[in-house]
């Protein structure tokens, strides 16, 4: 299904884009009609930006959040405990624990492996990282928005999650004290993670969690709820981008800031980098996953509009794509030159039909992710 995009001018657009246009006028003055004509369907047959697929779909209990591409599998976390849990309102709270899928590269279900949560729990699994181990000490690290951080050895067949780390004792309690979503790696092999309390995290590689940077302007419209959430490091390695999804700052908009990757950071230290305004009649924006293209455009979810935005590396929104087929676009991970996407569906009523992995070409390939040696192989 082909989706429609809206594009934003910039001064200063990418010179490569306008090269490969003179080239095709060039070769079509110069070669003549033919050349022209099998170009026309060359082009007729190669997709085109923001075509979208359904790359997979997934079993009960649904509503997918996390994502993250392997060498052979892609791994998709689930959150089927509804935050908005209102019977009455279509909501749900799941009993039955959550799961994390492992597809092949052609999006067929090759593994599940079943994580349990609390009776009537109404949060479940976001953030996914991946490490650079080899073979049977390749982990995959799984945020659980009740305060832990799961380890899952995915180089060894039928493997059990274990905790690698958990909230300190004074954070204690649940999502509604503390809700770890987004992983990511730097160099070093600690892990940042964000947590709409709003707090940013950072977990050595032995597991120890500390509050690594609080301020009141990421903090969430709701107070409990909606700040920072998707989170990735740019290009230089120098600077952690993190999405609010509601701002208490700018009321109703979604926020990018970004923070140098110091040992301790300051509120001076604080970049804002771009806001999605709130439009009159349309949905709140409201930013989940994020992801970098290794050119330095930044892709955010908009689970409000059911849209993908692009930043270019100067913060200026360049790109919207939209699609049918997108129903709360939660997380987002590169795979060659198309972006997969995440399907929530968080909003009422929940339709199983939607629970799916989208595949969106994008036609520039991401960011190579922090993947640290965290074991001793």
Not at 46 to 57: K, M, R
Not at 79 to 93: I, K, Q
Not at 227 to 253: M, V
Request: hydrophobic share 40%; proline share 7%; charged share 15%.
């Amino acid at each position: 299904m082909r989706t429609g995009i809206n594009r934003r001018s910039r001064p200063g657009a990418r010179p490569g884009f306008f090269a490969s246009r003179l080239l095709v006028v060039l070769l079509a003055i110069t070669v003549g009609p033919g050349v022209e004509t099998a170009l026309a369907g060359d082009k007729a047959e190669s997709p085109s930006i923001g075509d979208t697929t359904v790359f997979a779909t997934a079993p009960a209990p649904g509503h997918l959040f996390g994502v993250a591409v392997d060498r052979r599998r892609i791994y998709v976390s689930t959150s089927a405990g509804d935050f908005f849990a209102d019977p009455a309102n279509g909501g749900h709270l799941n009993s039955a624990g959550e799961r994390v899928f492992a597809y092949d590269k052609e999006g067929n279900l090759v593994s599940t492996t079943s994580i349990a949560t609390t009776a009537n729990s109404n949060m479940g699994l976001f953030g996914l990282a991946l490490d650079g181990n080899h073979g049977a000490n390749h982990q995959l690290y799984i945020a659980d928005m009740n305060g832990r951080i799961l380890r899952l050895t995915v180089g060894q067949k039928n493997s059990t999650p274990h905790l690698f780390s958990q909230a300190p004792p004074q954070f204690a309690g649940g999502w509604m004290v503390t809700m770890w979503n987004d992983l990511v790696f730097d160099k070093a092999g600690n892990l940042f993670m964000t947590d709409d309390k709003p707090r940013l995290w950072k977990v050595t590689p032995d597991g120890k969690a500390s509050v690594w940077f609080t301020d009141p302007r990421i903090t969430g419209f709701f107070g409990f709820a909606g700040g920072p959430l998707g989170g990735r490091i740019d290009p230089t390695g120098k600077y952690l981008y993190f999405s609010i999804t509601i701002s208490a700052a700018f009321p109703g908009e979604a926020v990018i800031y970004r923070l140098p990757l110091v040992d301790n950071p300051s509120a001076s230290d604080l970049q804002l980098v771009h806001r999605f305004p709130v439009v009159p009649g349309q949905q709140l924006p409201q930013a989940a996953g994020i992801a970098f293209a290794e050119s330095g455009d930044l892709y955010v979810g908009l689970i409000g509009t059911n849209q993908i935005a692009v930043l270019d590396p100067s913060g200026n929104e360049i790109r919207r794509i939209s699609s049918a087929l997108f129903d709360s676009p939660w997380g987002l991970a590169f795979t060659g030159e198309s972006l997969l996407v995440t399907n929530a569906d968080i909003r009422p009523v929940e339709s199983p039909t939607r629970w799916t992995v989208l595949k969106v070409f994008v036609g520039e390939e991401g960011l190579a992710l922090n993947r640290p040696t965290t074991l001793d192989d």
